[in-house]
């Protein structure tokens, strides 16, 4: 890991793609590294969370190049590192797992961020039919303990399709499910990442499976 945030520190000052390209070697070995952690990852949740499957690392891996072609920002390469496990790896629309190792940014969490329209109107209908279930999961003690960072944008008033009078509607406005807890450089280069991280997606295994059920079932 720490040969990683190496890589990705030189790469935050030299963001150009002759400075990578003499450097790819570090970014082979980096990206060898990460795989291989997801891979572990991948096992460890296989235990607790049977939605699952065996899939492969490289399906979960973002690239770390950059789609530059409507952005001001023409830099072409991302300065950080991750990995979403879930059914169908990245590209899923499901529920799952993140971790992120960036310099001065690493986190782990998951959830589902961004979600097109149908799979988010899924979600908010089940917290709409039952909001008591949903409740009882983020107002876990654990729980809110461990996720204190709630990823994405809200709306500004209720959704299309939902009453505005709605006890808990505040609960319907995130655009985003996605749960976040900021990891200390010292755990992220230590001997108890993995352990840590575990535990980290163990708590969050039930929120998940809300999530899921929710899609699979509306």
Request: hydrophobic share 35%; glycine share 6%; aromatic share 14%.
């Amino acid at each position: 890991m720490e040969n990683i945030l190496k890589f990705l520190s030189g790469l935050n000052k030299n963001n150009n793609r002759e400075w990578f390209n003499d450097n790819r070697k570090q970014y082979e070995e980096s990206r060898d590294k990460m795989l291989f952690y997801t891979e572990v990852f991948i096992n460890e949740i296989r235990k607790f969370d049977a939605d699952i499957p065996v899939v492969n690392p490289k399906e979960c891996l973002f690239r770390i190049f950059r789609d530059v072609r409507f952005s001001k920002d023409k830099r072409p390469y991302k300065i950080n590192m991750g990995s979403f496990i879930a059914k169908g790896g990245r590209k899923s629309m499901r529920a799952g797992y993140y971790f992120h190792i960036e310099p001065d940014g690493n986190f782990v969490g998951g959830g589902i961020y961004m979600p097109p329209a149908k799979p988010l109107k899924a979600i908010r209908t089940s917290i709409f039919e039952n909001p008591d279930e949903y409740i009882k999961l983020i107002e876990n003690k654990k729980f809110k303990k461990i996720f204190t960072e709630f990823h994405g944008e809200k709306l500004k008033t209720a959704p299309k399709g939902f009453p505005k009078d709605f006890e808990y509607i505040n609960l319907l406005l995130p655009k985003s499910y996605a749960f976040g807890h900021q990891l200390d450089e010292s755990i992220v280069v230590g001997n108890d990442f993995i352990k840590e991280t575990v535990n980290i997606y163990t708590e969050l295994a039930p929120i998940n499976k809300y999530l899921n059920n929710a899609l699979d079932k509306y």
